[in-house]
T-cell receptor
Framework: EAGVAQSPRYKIIEKRQSVAFWCNPISGHATLYWYQQILGQGPKLLIQFQNNGVVDDSQLPKDRFSAERLKGVDSTLKIQPAKLEDSAVYLC????????????????FGQGTRLTVV | QQQVKQSPQSLIVQKGGISIINCAYENTAFDYFPWYQQFPGKGPALLIAIRPDVSEKKEGRFTISFNKSAKQFSLHIMDSQPGDSATYFCAAARISEKLVFGKGTKLTVNP
């Protein structure tokens, strides 16, 4: 079974530039998450999609970050303009929706995109 | 507001020893408590998870102990091996909602 695919693996940009990340979740996974992981910290959810609808974007800095999931499969996360504090690893994860709710709510993570803003 | 507090920040254990990582949570609505393991350059991977209706869950050398009244849970790694060296994250969530992660514990197992 193929895992969550993300690209690019690394990106270096100057502040005020824009950048986009791409994620292809595991086939059949309706739920897709974008997490931001700053060095030395745990991942923090930016946005959660259920199919192509947004479930939770409460921690997404909407003045500069945007995300979409067209057709309920692939997703892109964009930052425009980037700030120095956006330097982090951006992780995409996917999971099956739980109906009925079980313990098996495993979220599978991709390898992430390491963004450096200089 | 940090909803999940994890300690220690780093841990060094000798091969064969027991590694213990602790987490405390604040939100009593949480009902799903996973532990994730992350190797350098990789995304986190689910290691073991528990729901609050049991006090302990064991899978191989990994055990979660859960104390609902204290709002604490811990990961025990028995017979720790150098291959266990990684960063471990506890997390908490309501089922099907977002995971809230702790800050992580970097475990080093010396040979």
């Amino acid at each position: 079974e193929a895992g969550v695919a993300q690209s690019p693996r690394y990106k270096i940009i100057e502040k005020r530039q824009s950048v986009a990340f791409w994620c292809n979740p595991i086939s059949g996974h309706a739920t897709l998450y974008w997490y931001q992981q700053i060095l030395g910290q745990g991942p923090k959810l930016l946005i959660q999609f259920q199919n192509n609808g947004v479930v939770d974007d409460s921690q997404l800095p909407k003045d500069r970050f945007s995300a979409e999931r067209l057709k309920g499969v692939d997703s892109t996360l964009k930052i425009q303009p980037a700030k120095l504090e956006d330097s982090a690893v951006y992780l995409c994860a996917s999971s099956l929706p739980q109906e009925p709710i079980t313990l098996n709510t495993e979220a599978f993570f991709g390898q992430g995109t390491r963004l450096t803003v200089v | 507001q940090q909803q999940v507090k994890q300690s220690p920040q780093s841990l060094i254990v000798q091969k064969g020893g027991i590694s213990i990582i602790n987490c405390a949570y604040e939100n009593t609505a949480f009902d799903y408590f996973p532990w994730y393991q992350q190797f350098p350059g990789k995304g986190p991977a689910l290691l073991i998870a528990i729901r609050p209706d049991v006090s302990e869950k064991k899978e191989g050398r990994f055990t979660i102990s859960f104390n609902k009244s204290a709002k604490q849970f811990s990961l025990h790694i028995m017979d720790s091996q150098p291959g266990d060296s990684a960063t471990y994250f506890c997390a908490a969530a309501r089922i099907s909602e977002k995971l809230v992660f702790g800050k992580g514990t970097k475990l080093t197992v010396n040979p």
